[in-house]
């Protein structure tokens, strides 16, 4: 990147969560800040901005460039990605061409990424589960790529407007390498000046489990039953299957190379409401009609169970369920 021009950033898909990002980016004005929106949600980022509500803090800011044509946007310095794990191929030719040379695409997605075996010895390259003709790993590759995982509530309120709900706020990125670099380092500087609660982990994928451990129960459970977390939380037997995903998770996790400590499953088994009826990002969708992650979050770490020959008999159950649902929520989309 040239040192006199502003770094460009492209919210590619602004939803929950790269609409977050992008109302703290374009309120702070530090960059040149493109979107990747549709819709009702399009024309409000293009008339409005876009607008981020946290408790009583506001921030909001107009968009150099909105539009639902990536084609049209120049090359870019970092593409972030906020589009659902199962939309991703059919984008992969768009945001390889935003990338041009130099360009880093970071991964705002919920559960194990495409990317997962880049850098593992032994491993097949591509997850056919998230990435089924290896469109990803071949047209952007994971050398261009940046992990990230979030830890904060988000809903879309109206078009172009983002709700953060009381709670943990935190983004935390890595190298799927591991370790730093001259990258991750201009990322973060980049957006913290944004005041964007971020860190850096030099090991993401320990990160990505811990993180599943909160979304295999409740994502997942919360989905199936339209239950938020406070209503979720009243039922001792749905406590007791979250218990046991957890669980699961945290046994594939250990078997796969990344022991997770204790006190961080024995919280995740149970749900902290705070008595707040918090619906997570797989309600929402399913709300809005909208097909579900289902094989980043359970799918592919069943997959991993059944190559080291682990044992998850609730995983089991609940994803078949999960794709029964999406199977439902796809054939609405198609009417």
Not at 41 to 69: E, P, Y
Not at 204 to 211: A, D, S, T, V
Not at 249 to 255: F, G, L, Y
């Amino acid at each position: 990147m040239s040192s006199n021009r502003q770094a460009r950033i492209c919210i590619y898909g602004a939803g929950a969560i790269g609409g977050h990002v992008g109302a703290r980016l374009a309120h702070a004005g530090q960059v040149q800040l493109s979107v990747v929106a549709r819709g009702a949600h399009l024309q409000a980022i293009r008339q409005h901005g876009l607008h981020l509500t946290s408790g009583a803090d506001q921030w909001q800011g107009a968009v150099a460039q909105a539009t639902d044509d990536p084609s049209t946007l120049e090359e870019q310095d970092f593409v972030l990605v906020g589009l659902k794990a199962h939309s991703l191929p059919a984008h992969a030719a768009a945001i390889r061409r935003l990338l041009g040379r130099t360009g880093v695409a970071v991964f705002m997605t919920n559960g194990i990424p495409w990317w997962w075996n880049h850098g593992l010895s032994g491993e097949q390259a591509y997850l056919p589960l998230l990435d089924p003709d290896g469109t990803l790993w071949h047209e952007i590759t994971p050398q261009r790529a940046i992990g990230c995982v979030i830890y904060s509530p988000n809903a879309i309120e109206a078009p172009g407007r983002i709700r953060h709900a009381p709670g943990r706020n935190l983004f935390v990125f890595g190298e799927p390498a591991g370790g730093g670099s001259e990258r991750l380092s201009r990322l973060l500087d980049l957006l913290a000046t944004s005041g964007l609660p971020v860190a850096s982990t030099d090991d993401i994928r320990q990160e990505i489990w811990l993180k599943l451990l909160i979304n295999a129960s409740g994502n997942t459970l919360s989905a199936l039953t339209r239950l938020g977390n406070a209503a979720r939380a009243a039922s001792p037997e749905l406590e007791s299957l979250g218990a046991a995903l957890v669980h699961e998770v945290a046994r594939i996790a250990a078997a796969a190379g990344w022991p997770l400590p204790d006190e961080r499953v024995v919280a995740a088994s149970t749900t902290l409401s705070g008595g707040v009826n918090q619906y997570p990002s797989m309600l929402q969708d399913v709300f809005a009609g909208r097909v579900i992650e289902v094989e980043p979050i359970l799918g592919q770490p069943q997959a991993f169970a059944r190559h080291l020959n682990i044992p998850t008999p609730a995983i089991d159950v609940v994803v078949a369920l999960l794709r029964g649902l999406n199977r439902h929520l796809e054939i609405g989309q198609t009417a």
